[in-house]
């Protein structure tokens, strides 16, 4: 492969490099990939009314196609319970220039079995079938890890997975390392007898030596809802985790506030940034995470939705509870949805430190007008928003799960965080299901539009209402890629 060093990223010549391997030779590359066609999306039957298996379902997003917003295929796991929650892939554009290796298999660890399956998406990419079945005692005894949740594929052609806690509930950060070829464990990725408290997701920058992982909660206490009486006692996160990238050790924890529970990390996709986003959940805040000059790690508040003060809720102030969030591959709009308000926000980061609101729309949420709470003081709102309806449709449960086009120009979101969640606080959604959304990118001067002609109703499923979460492109997307 030729390579062509261009400001601010490392280009691989298309012409000479097309059969270097999976994924993109850039960011900027993959903005000008193929359209999304198909879309892999777990969907969960756990603390639903359905006894049944949770499933992955391939999604036609092609507006061309006769199936459009349709389910075109179910996977069901062998087993019930599982919870499946995020996926990842056995290899991305982090191993680009290796010819050897395919993105062909799809990674679903489960974070209340602690199973992790893999999934065959190579051979028939419009029918996924299950490959391999990594049991929970494996995890358990080779790593004394549980819980785990975010998958990433390395240069190395290995597979990393982060783990919410122990096998018996209780919070601990570390990593299962699989083999990218034959799917076995090969251990820990982490060395050393430091370890964080608690895990959740991460992202790594090997350009500067450093991956950072973030902290949810102990997970035998997030296992049965939300539990207000959990707060002030050390069960939710407020650390972002810094790790030494070639020794693997534990260096440095980053405070971003108690109960914070920093869910979602981003860096900035150019391989040569030393900064990023994290959205902290209960702390409804964007901090900005930055390398300083003396070589360590800080960060920074940059965005603060505030708290609704409301009647008729579990709390007197409702936080938005930011859910998930995600930079576009351009690194110039950063995107976050606030489960609990409703709203799904696009920012301007041209100047990270200086995010600017662009756009901003509400499809559905706990605040709609006509509902069961009263918004009594509210610092950015005039009025509670309409009941969002789409299709005939009214939606529950708020907007949660985002993914970005290739090309920035559309978002899919999905309405599930996380089943015991759901059911405490969107009843309805366990009852009618959640939905898949498209929201139209204005990428030249802001903002977001519903898409009006597209709905994905997983309440219509044969074996009743699931909960749909995260998604996938057969081809990689923004939030599984990371470049080198």
């Not at 359209?35 to 039957?45: A, K, N, T």
Request: aromatic share 10%; charged share 25%; hydrophobic share 35%.
């Amino acid at each position: 492969c030729v390579v062509y060093v261009l400001p601010g990223f490392v280009l691989l010549h298309a012409e000479k490099c097309g059969a270097c391997g999976p994924g993109f030779a850039s960011p900027l590359d993959a903005m000008k990939g193929p359209r999304e066609e198909l879309v892999y999306v777990p969907c969960i039957y756990r603390n639903t009314e359905s006894s049944k298996p949770d499933f992955l379902a391939t999604v036609d997003v092609n507006p061309e196609s006769p199936r459009y917003c349709q389910v075109i295929h179910r996977l069901p796991m062998p087993n019930v319970g599982d919870e499946l929650h995020h996926s990842g892939w056995n290899a991305c554009s982090s191993c680009f220039g290796d010819s050897t290796k395919a993105r062909d298999r799809l990674i679903l660890p489960s974070l209340i079995s602690s199973r992790i399956y893999v999934v065959d998406v190579g051979s028939d990419p419009r029918a996924p079938r299950l490959h391999k079945v990594i049991n929970s005692e494996d995890v358990f005894w080779k790593c004394d890890l549980g819980y785990p949740h975010t998958s990433h594929c390395l240069g190395s052609g290995e597979i990393m997975i982060s783990a919410l806690g122990d096998p018996a509930g209780r919070g601990k950060g570390g990593f299962i390392l699989l083999d990218g070829e034959t799917f076995e464990i090969k251990g820990n990725w982490e060395r050393g007898e430091k370890t964080p408290p608690m895990g959740y997701d991460f992202w790594y920058q090997p350009r500067h030596n450093v991956l950072i992982s973030t902290e949810w909660g102990v997970p035998r206490c997030l296992g049965y809802g939300f539990d207000p009486n959990d707060l002030k006692k050390g069960r939710y996160g407020r650390r972002l985790n810094v790790w030494d990238w070639s020794t693997h050790s534990y260096v440095q924890a980053i405070d971003v506030g108690e109960d914070a529970a920093p869910l979602e990390i981003r860096f900035l996709h150019n391989p040569d940034a030393a900064e990023g986003f994290v959205g902290c959940t209960i702390g409804s805040a964007i901090h900005r995470f930055y390398k300083t000059q003396r070589g360590d790690w800080a960060a920074e508040k940059v965005i603060q939705v505030p708290s609704k003060k409301v009647e008729g809720w579990l709390l007197p102030e409702m936080p938005a509870f930011i859910t998930d969030i995600l930079i576009s591959l351009d690194d110039r709009f950063l995107y976050f949805s606030n489960w609990l308000h409703g709203d799904i926000r696009q920012y301007d980061i041209s100047n990270t430190r200086r995010p600017r609101l662009l756009g901003q729309v509400f499809v559905g949420g706990s605040i709609s007008r006509g509902g069961p709470v009263t918004v009594c003081e509210d610092q950015e709102l005039q009025k509670q928003p309409e009941p969002f309806t789409i299709k005939g449709k009214k939606v529950p449960g708020g907007p949660q799960m985002i993914q970005l086009s290739l090309d920035g120009k559309r978002l899919y979101v999905t309405t599930s965080l996380y089943s015991a969640w759901d059911k405490q606080f969107y009843p309805e959604l366990i009852r009618e299901g959640s939905v898949m959304l498209q929201l139209d990118v204005d990428t030249e001067r802001g903002g977001l539009a519903v898409n009006r002609s597209f709905l994905v109703d997983f309440g219509q499923e044969p074996e009743g209402p699931c909960l749909a979460h995260e998604i996938r492109y057969p081809g990689g997307d923004c939030t599984s890629d990371i470049w080198l």
